[in-house]
Antibody, heavy 123, light 108 residues
Framework: EVQLVESGGGLVQPGRSLRLSCAAS????????MHWVRQAPGKGLEWVSG????????GYADSVKGRFTISRDNAKNSLYLQMNSLRAEDTALYYC????????????????WGQGTMVTVSS | EIVLTQSPGTLSLSPGERATLSCRAS???????LAWYQQKPGQAPRLLIY???SRATGIPDRFSGSGSGTDFTLTISRLEPEDFAVYYC?????????FGQGTKVEIK
């Protein structure tokens, strides 16, 4: 079964850090780009970051550039998101999503999604 | 950044009726990079349509996508009870993916 399982969310104070993880199974992880997409409570979807199959190409939304770092470990079939200098507006459900090609900039659609991990930034 | 505007915001229909959802882009979008998703309460989004008109694996043929340039449409030919949900369009351009604000299809 193709599956993505996120973990690492929680309640964190503004300015602090958090690291999210996504464990993949059921497909050849190192063939595909991977992304993080978030959804604030009651709101729509926002792309956060993407990484190519070999980590050779990476991109970020302007809203998180300079604060978040995406990475992957193909040996562990895992995707990560290091989030620093967190703000209240980063509060959201963070989804891990599989791209449909190896190069993240060729991703036309996100064809597999995890169930998400909730990040709440509040004092 | 390309902005996607979906209409209507809410669509109230009965099971068996046809649903037509619109997604308009602020500038031309490559059809290869236009997708539609369905999201039910408490669930992750599910890919329905990619490349503007290709159904994803396992998606029933009552779902169809069409359009090009700046105007795209998702059509559900006959609504089933499980189709009542929120639908999002999504595009890729200028190194960024953006989503529309969503259309809620509710039971009338």
């Amino acid at each position: 079964e193709v599956q993505l399982v996120e973990s690492g969310g929680g309640l964190v104070q503004p300015g602090r850090s958090l690291r999210l993880s996504c464990a993949a199974s059921g497909f050849t992880f190192d063939d595909y780009a991977m992304h993080w997409v978030r959804q604030a409570p009651g709101k729509g979807l926002e792309w956060v970051s993407g990484i190519s199959w070999n980590s050779g190409s990476i991109g970020y939304a302007d809203s998180v550039k300079g604060r978040f770092t995406i990475s992957r470990d193909n040996a562990k079939n895992s995707l990560y998101l290091q989030m620093n200098s967190l703000r209240a507006e980063d509060t959201a459900l963070y989804y891990c999503a599989k791209g449909d090609y190896g190069d993240y900039q060729s991703t036309g659609a996100f064809d597999i999604w995890g169930q998400g991990t909730m990040v709440t930034v509040s004092s | 950044e390309i902005v996607l505007t979906q209409s209507p915001g809410t669509l109230s229909l009965s099971p068996g009726e046809r649903a037509t959802l619109s997604c308009r882009a602020s500038q031309s979008v490559s059809s290869s990079y236009l997708a539609w998703y369905q999201q039910k309460p408490g669930q992750a989004p599910r890919l329905l349509i990619y490349g503007a008109s290709s159904r994803a694996t396992g998606i029933p043929d009552r779902f169809s996508g069409s359009g090009s340039g700046t105007d795209f449409t998702l059509t559900i030919s006959r609504l089933e009870p499980e189709d009542f949900a929120v639908y999002y369009c999504q595009q890729y351009g200028s190194s960024s993916w953006t989503f529309g604000q969503g259309t809620k299809v509710e039971i009338k």
